[in-house]
């Protein structure tokens, strides 16, 4: 058999995106110091969604509304509560809260980024803690495989006495229209901000056409916002539809 790395912990969080953060923000009031929780997410970092999003991305509500728990922004004395964080304060934010909560609970975080859960399984194992006594000295134990999605990474194998599932609503990033014409440049979000869209935008023969936003949501005026950077010339040919 192929190697594998086995981890014992308090607790496993899968999902390090906003539910997985509150998770940890949560379950550390209860954990004994000591005690270690194992993160699982496929992404490079805290922060779920935010991490791959366009980079002029923000929030649309005020950002001391969007926290895990009672925790405070260290923006909010500059910039005010009202404030509509960018994408590089969220995810400056996030870590900081993981960093508060590892300090303030003495517990140890093990973060596996970069690997995939796919199930679990729980088994019923023999206990001489006190806690278990009620149960005839038996706990239940969930144990997973965590798989790595980069090559020269070992499996690891967690065995925890409970699990928290904080997939949230699994968004994905939103690719461009595909149309069968060399007439339309079609974009997605994180296309807009590019070197080479600028330029096409501001001095290619196509630099004097309409350019039309499809929708009417938050990535809708994200994109506004983004194209109205550009100037007098591109102000003026936005659509929105």
């Known amino acids: 058999m192929p190697p594998v790395v086995h981890e014992s912990c308090a607790l496993v969080i899968i999902g390090a995106g906003y539910q997985g953060l509150n998770a940890l923000n949560a379950a550390a009031k209860y954990l004994p110091k000591g005690s270690t929780v194992v993160i699982i997410d496929e992404g490079k970092g805290w922060g779920g969604q935010w991490v791959d999003q366009y980079s002029y991305v923000r929030l649309h509500q005020p950002h001391v509304a969007y926290t895990a728990g009672e925790r405070d922004w260290s923006?909010?004395?500059s910039k005010g509560e009202g404030y509509l964080a960018e994408k590089n304060e969220i995810l400056q934010h996030f870590s900081d809260i993981v960093k508060s909560v590892i300090a303030e609970s003495e517990i140890k975080v093990i973060q596996l980024f970069g690997y995939s859960y796919d199930s679990h399984q729980t088994s019923t194992v023999s206990s001489t803690a006190s806690s278990d006594s009620a149960s005839g000295g038996q706990k239940r134990?969930?144990?997973l495989t965590a798989r790595p999605l980069l090559p020269g990474c070992l499996p690891v194998v967690v065995?925890?006495?409970r699990m928290i599932k904080a997939l949230g609503a699994q968004i994905l990033k939103k690719s461009s229209f595909d149309f069968n014409t060399g007439r339309v440049h079609s974009l997605c979000a994180g296309d807009i901000d590019q070197a080479d869209t600028n330029a096409r935008m501001l001095y290619?023969?196509?630099s004097d056409k309409p350019i039309?936003?499809?929708?009417s949501g938050k990535t809708a005026m994200d994109a506004m916002m983004s194209l109205w950077r550009l100037g007098p010339s591109v102000?003026?040919?936005v659509r929105c539809i």
């Open 159 to 161: 065995s925890a006495a």
């Open 235 to 237: 102000r003026g040919r």
């Open 75 to 77: 923006i909010t004395a």
């Open 141 to 143: 134990v969930v144990q």
């Open 212 to 215: 039309w936003i499809v929708g």
């Open 204 to 206: 290619s023969e196509d």
